[in-house]
């Protein structure tokens, strides 16, 4: 069976930093575009960060270029979002998902297959 399953939440104050781990199996996890999103209590889900099938590629939500960084690892069938200067806005359940391909529509929570079941991420201020 297909599964993702995130870990490394926890609750942190501002400016801090957190590593958000997500490991993969049941499916070619090489052959697929990891991407992280957030969801807020009472907001839509948002798109954090992507990262293409070797790796090579990265794409991030505005508001966290320069402090996120999405990587994935392959051989592990893990994909990693380190969190720096976290602030009280990066507060959400963060989710690991899944989709084919790295075209226009990876920024589409809709667009992707597969998805873990969340872990929470509170910032402090």
């Known amino acids: 069976q297909v599964q993702l399953v995130e870990s490394g939440g926890g609750l942190v104050q501002t400016g801090g930093s957190l590593r958000l781990s997500c490991a993969a199996s049941g499916f070619t996890f090489r052959s697929y575009v990891m991407g992280w999103f957030r969801q807020a209590p009472g907001k839509e889900r948002e798109f954090v960060a992507a990262i293409s099938k070797s790796g090579g590629s990265r794409a991030y939500v505005d508001s966290v270029q320069g402090r996120f960084t999405i990587s994935r690892d392959n051989a592990k069938n893990t994909v990693a979002l380190q969190m720096n200067s976290l602030a009280p806005e990066d507060t959400a359940v963060y989710y690991c998902?899944?989709?084919?391909?790295?075209?226009?529509?990876?920024?589409?929570?809709?667009?992707?297959?597969?998805w873990g079941q969340g872990t929470q991420v509170t910032v402090t201020s």
């Open positions: 998902a899944a989709r084919p391909l790295f075209d226009s529509d990876y920024l589409r929570a809709s667009e992707y297959d597969y």
